[in-house]
């Protein structure tokens, strides 16, 4: 009923405030808020979080910051005091409590171990800035932790809208880890509902009432019971697991004080955490892979320019070239691609993709491109698109230049590509087990959409290759010289289909025999990584997904129309299903994509 109360008093003052906007006179001031900022081995997530809190749209005079770090084995220190010296001067005040010179907590195995003296420290810690917030006179305290970043720039705002005792704004993650739990069991433990997956997929929308919110939440030191409420020392009837999260659900009950958490919106995301044996290059990792997910699934994070930075040092992983195919006149799949590379430290060449939308009969006789008798698609039933015929001739470029340039291996990207956890180091661990097998290859996909996985055969003495079986897509790839040369020496223009369609026929694997039929031999030696390291960034049906050879004309229309082919299963997320009798193709209904 208090609650209630109180996010109807606050939504009364807000209608006041533009009502006095509107009439000429000054808005009341918005609450005071204290940032409270814990950080500990933070290097590779602080420039995204603090630039994060540099972007929040809520006045710097309405805010003061708490900042502590302790037990540091990276430059977490220096680069929070380097960010508090450029822009601690435009904030209300600056609390600044660093550690001495203890790296480690006496009985930890490693900077990911959790021992009873760092959740009571962490503990401590947070009832010290809670301590500070009400000397201070803030009406909130914002408790974010340093690989929480909020990239939604209004999330204070929303947040202290709320007038909520504690809300929590629900973050993405790379799994299906996030910042609530919407059960716990009697004795304190985390308890499966049904709630869950629903919430955390925005299935349902809105702000509930959960037993636990953590890592990133905002505290009312207005809201009623909140005056009873501690961090550190645990309530006196505690007999919950001594750990700093659930001490504070407890606590929270104890006080009487609801908690919710809100997933109405993308506020931002937060890193998996690693296990205890695990190191801080482990949790880098980690972090990589977060940034690249929000570059896909947006907002993107930014880096405060006022922290430095160690340098990058892009390479080519042992390759001699990387090729990155993309279209003029996607720009944003450019860049998003171009970042992501660099972020991994992956260096790049990209090549203009040959538009579909600029072909014409005239253009493809002049280049000898003909139509594959009797292609049709597999599921629609429809001919070949200029689209596919523009992503073909961009793969043939690159396949003319490893040959002409003598290119040993290369890695071939297209721009639609959403990478997998540590892609750089699995990659780089893969190539080197293929080249202590002395395996002969020439093509190894690292993402496709498998047709019938369970028929792969796994490659003996390397766990991560299987045989690779006939596939769609061509997102990534490896091809060395000789396998280069086996695809040119097909003549496959004069006889052209979609080029997933193309590369299982030269490795024998397309169950169309009289597509096989037009080329020969078919020895092309053809992996794929397993798992798999790459998938699509979006699947047919999702807001974002876009085809430039799905939404295309046919090869031989030059009317300029665009038709949007929605017969094909190949883009959409779910199992293959039915295919068109008349393709000759013959496949079973899988269970599951394996992607």
Request: charged content about 20%; aromatic content about 10%.
């Amino acid at each position: 009923m208090g609650v209630m109360l109180a996010a109807r008093l606050l939504g009364l003052l807000l209608l006041l405030g533009l009502r006095l906007q509107a009439a000429g006179i000054a808005e009341p001031p918005l609450p005071t808020v204290v940032l409270a900022i814990l950080a500990r081995n933070a290097e590779h997530s602080l420039p995204h979080y603090l630039g994060a809190l540099e972007r929040l749209d809520y006045p710097r005079a309405r805010v003061a910051l708490w900042c502590a770090t302790d037990h540091n084995m990276d430059n977490t220190t220096e680069m929070l005091q380097e960010w508090l010296a450029a822009v601690g001067s435009d904030y209300a005040a600056v609390f600044w409590r660093p550690e001495g010179e203890s790296r480690s907590y006496p009985s930890e195995e490693g900077p990911k171990h959790w021992t009873k003296e760092r959740h009571q420290f962490l503990m401590e810690l947070k009832q010290e800035a809670l301590t500070f917030a009400r000397n201070w006179g803030a009406d909130y305290v914002l408790f974010a932790d340093t690989d929480n970043i909020l990239t939604n720039n209004q999330t204070l705002r929303l947040l202290v809208e709320k007038g909520l005792p504690v809300v929590a704004p629900m973050l993405d993650s790379q799994t299906y880890y996030s910042n609530f739990w919407c059960g716990i069991t009697p004795q304190g433990y985390y308890r499966r509902t049904a709630e869950y997956f629903p919430t955390k997929n925005r299935q349902r929308r809105g702000c509930f009432r959960v037993p636990m919110v953590h890592s990133t939440f905002l505290l009312s030191l207005r809201a009623e019971g909140i005056s009873q409420f501690a961090f550190y020392p645990p309530h006196p009837n505690y007999t919950w697991p001594f750990d700093d999260i659930i001490v504070f659900a407890y606590a929270c009950q104890a006080a009487g004080v609801s908690v919710h958490v809100c997933n109405e919106q993308r506020y931002g995301y937060m890193n998996v955490g690693v296990k205890s044996h695990q190191t801080l290059e482990d949790e880098k990792v980690n972090f990589i892979h977060l940034i690249l997910e929000a570059l896909v699934d947006g907002p993107p994070m930014q880096a405060s320019a006022h922290v430095s930075r160690p340098p990058k040092r892009p390479s080519k992983m042992g390759f001699d070239e990387v090729f990155v195919i993309s279209l003029a006149r996607r720009p944003n799949r450019r860049e998003r691609m171009l970042s992501s590379l660099w972020e991994m430290e992956i260096s790049g060449r990209v090549v203009d993709a040959v538009d579909g939308r600029m072909l014409n009969s005239s253009i493809l006789r002049s280049l000898g491109v003909d139509l594959l008798p009797g292609y049709q698609d597999p599921y629609s039933g429809r001919t070949l698109t200029k689209g596919e015929v523009g992503c073909f001739l961009s793969h043939y470029s690159i396949w003319e230049e490893v040959v002409a340039r003598g290119l040993a291996r290369v890695l071939v990207f297209e721009d639609d590509v959403r990478f997998q956890s540590n892609f750089r180091g699995r990659l780089k661990q893969l190539m080197e087990e293929v080249e202590a097998r002395k395996l002969p290859w020439d093509l190894i996909y690292l993402g496709r959409k498998q047709v019938n996985p369970e028929e792969e055969v796994a490659v003996e003495g390397l766990p991560g290759l299987v045989v690779a079986g006939y596939s769609y897509w061509t997102l990534a790839y490896t091809l060395s010289l000789a396998g280069a040369r086996k695809l040119l020496a097909s003549q496959p223009l004069h006889r052209m289909l979609p080029v997933d369609e193309f590369l299982p026929i030269m490795f024998d694997q397309h169950p169309n025999e009289q597509y096989k039929a037009h080329f020969w031999p078919r020895d092309l030696q053809a992996f794929s990584a397993q798992p798999l390291l790459a998938a699509p960034t979006h699947y047919a049906g999702d807001a974002e997904w876009l085809s430039d050879t799905e939404t295309s004309s046919p090869w031989d229309d030059d009317s300029g129309r665009l038709i949007s082919w929605t017969g094909s299963q190949k883009t959409l997320r779910g199992p293959v299903l039915d295919l068109a009798g008349s393709s000759g193709h013959s496949l079973h209904p899988q269970p599951r994509d394996e992607l």
